[in-house]
């Protein structure tokens, strides 16, 4: 939110990022948390929790792209009012009016949809108000949003669900969004320039030599990959890209590797009560590695800014190990769940913030434009990632359902290790330069 007196601080600026898109994401981290109690009390089983979780990201992939460019176009804070409303919406409907399946599959999708915008939102707020050499960090708060909404659903089972009903959370969360709601009339009534968002790790916007153009000699730079070009200087009235190619890999990455986290997230609690562990003391498992995966993303976070580069490999090594921790989980045994979800959560749920950083740096003179497929791939991701995990679950059993998730996040791996190839393939073919 914006300071009276001129540009917030950056720990300001960063946490109230990081306070919007928890805000989007605690619906369904409620959901999950309290699975126990809202299935006992609406009767479901695991294909349908899978299709909540699903429907919610499946609605949040369709309408990023549409929420992005509503908010270049209109700016963050009547994406951030109308968001905030949805969230509203989707947590008084669930607290007051879900007594069906139905009903709740009906406020979820609201959820979801408020989900998208605010995640946009909090992406614009980091871009504007967050300096270039701090937004690794910047990101890697903003980033922690979805584990600290995770860590507060976990304590909510305990302190709330299990004490005055699971109902109860959601009217917490309402009270919330309209807190969300009063703090968002405050933010600066201005659009943002989708040609000149900032980029992190650049001074200017980059622009591309043009074959036939004159050049002249450019100033030595470091690409965002890391490596260090002399290049040339041209102006051009023609934005510079990202390459297709190499960003629909990454998005393709993003959904098989966030489907995977996705139903970790979903279905973890669940799976610890199954192998044993009483509802409250699960509550409080999903807390602790939720907190180990705030540590992960704001560490990964903050190497970024001091490391200038190579986020990618970081990235592709986080999933491979979230992979192992998952395949500890399709063990079923006490201490091979306890181990695996720490694993899992710290460091194969820890690199979303990085790889939307990486993303940023190497979208040229549309970063956000970039972001956003990224970013509709995490939703769809999410929307198939838990419904296929529901459907094996519900058929062949947990421990399949685990396996078939570990490969996904090795799959995301491998898929992201060949779009960086592509990226430093393409940095060759067209230096980033920056203007003076």
């Known amino acids: 939110m914006p300071h009276p007196s001129g540009p917030p601080s950056f720990a300001r600026a960063a946490l109230a990022a990081a306070g919007i898109a928890s805000l989007g994401t605690l619906p369904l981290q409620l959901l999950s948390n309290q699975s126990v109690l809202i299935r006992g009390d609406l009767h479901f089983g695991e294909a349908q929790q899978g299709l909540l979780v699903s429907a919610a990201f499946g609605i949040g992939a369709l309408v990023s792209v549409a929420v992005n460019r509503f908010g270049e176009k209109y700016g963050r804070r009547p994406l951030t009012l109308i968001a905030a409303a949805a969230t509203l919406s989707c947590a008084l ?23 998208a915008g605010l995640t946009t939102a909090a992406n614009f707020s980091l871009s504007e108000t967050v300096a270039p050499g701090r937004q690794g960090l910047g990101f890697g708060v903003k980033q922690s949003a979805p584990p600290a909404a995770a860590l507060i659903a976990g304590l909510a089972v305990p302190a709330v669900g ?6 109860w959370t959601y009217g917490a969360l309402a009270l919330a969004a309209v807190v969300l709601l009063v703090a968002a009339t405050r933010i600066p009534r201005t659009a943002p320039n989708p040609g000149t968002a900032p980029n992190p790790g ?16 450019g100033p030595t730079t470091t690409s965002p990959i890391g490596r260090t070009d002399t290049s040339l200087t041209q102006v051009t009235d023609t934005p510079d890209t990202a390459p297709r190619g190499a960003l629909l890999l990454t998005a393709a990455a993003m959904l098989t590797a966030n ?17 044993g562990m009483p509802t409250s003391v699960a509550g409080f498992f999903v807390a602790s590695c939720s907190a180990l995966a705030i540590a992960g993303r704001l560490l990964v976070g903050a190497s970024a800014d001091r490391r200038q580069g190579r986020n990618l490999p970081v990235v592709t090594t986080q999933m491979a190990v979230g ?17 695996g979800g ?48 529901g459907l094996v679950a519900g058929s062949a059993g947990y421990p399949a359902a685990w396996f078939g ?14 779009a960086r190839r592509m990226f430093v393939a393409d940095l060759k073919l067209r230096p980033v330069v920056r203007t003076a």
């Not at 007051?96 to 979820?108: D, E, N, T, W």
């Not at 489907?259 to 192998?275: C, D, K, N, R, T």
């Not at 899992?344 to 003179?365: E, K, N, T």
């Open 342 to 389: 720490l694993v899992a959560f710290a460091l194969g749920w820890s690199w979303p913030g990085l790889l939307i950083f990486a993303v940023v740096r190497l979208g040229r003179d549309r970063p956000n434009s970039a972001a956003a497929v990224v970013q509709a791939g995490a939703f769809a991701g999410g929307a198939f990632g838990p419904l296929i995990f």
């Open 93 to 115: 409907g669930i607290a007051l009016l879900a007594r069906s399946y139905p009903a709740l599959l009906l406020f979820v999708l609201v959820g979801g949809i408020g989900q």
């Open 405 to 418: 998730m570990a490969a996904g996040m090795a799959l995301g791996a491998l898929m992201l290790a060949l």
């Open 202 to 217: 650049a001074a200017a916007s980059p622009v591309r030599p043009h074959a036939t153009s004159p050049r002249t000699p």
């Open 323 to 339: 992979a192992i921790g998952m395949l500890l989980l399709a063990l079923g045994t006490g201490p091979a769940v306890v181990v």
């Open 162 to 167: 299990l004490w005055l009903g699971w109902r």
């Open 259 to 275: 489907g995977a986290a996705m139903a970790l997230i979903a279905f973890l609690p669940q799976w610890a009560h199954v192998s």
